[in-house]
């Protein structure tokens, strides 16, 4: 089970946190969520995350499309995206 205790006051603060992502990257990535979720409740006024190091980012290259072959830039996402539901800035 994790916890987390802030040891001084946030409220109203820009808060940073600072997270790797080597290592047990799930458990950082909960340690990390749990942090931010303190940080809210407890008032701060905006809350950063910063990772230097993406977990989950893939280094695949993409595959080259054959000369004559569909790639009219179309990207295909395995679930339907609703853009009024997403607020974007």
């Given at each position: 089970m994790y916890s987390v205790e802030i040891g001084e006051s946030v409220r109203g603060e820009d808060v940073y946190i600072i997270q790797s992502g080597s290592g047990e990257v799930n458990d950082n990535l909960?340690?990390?969520?749990i942090m931010i979720n303190a940080c809210k409740i407890a008032s701060?006024?905006?809350v950063t995350a910063v990772i230097p190091c993406f977990p989950y980012a893939r280094q695949d290259k993409k595959d080259k499309v054959p000369a004559g072959g569909d790639g009219g830039g179309k990207i295909t996402l395995p679930f339907k995206l609703k853009t009024n539901e997403w607020k974007f800035r």
């Open positions: 909960m340690e990390l969520l701060a006024s905006r």
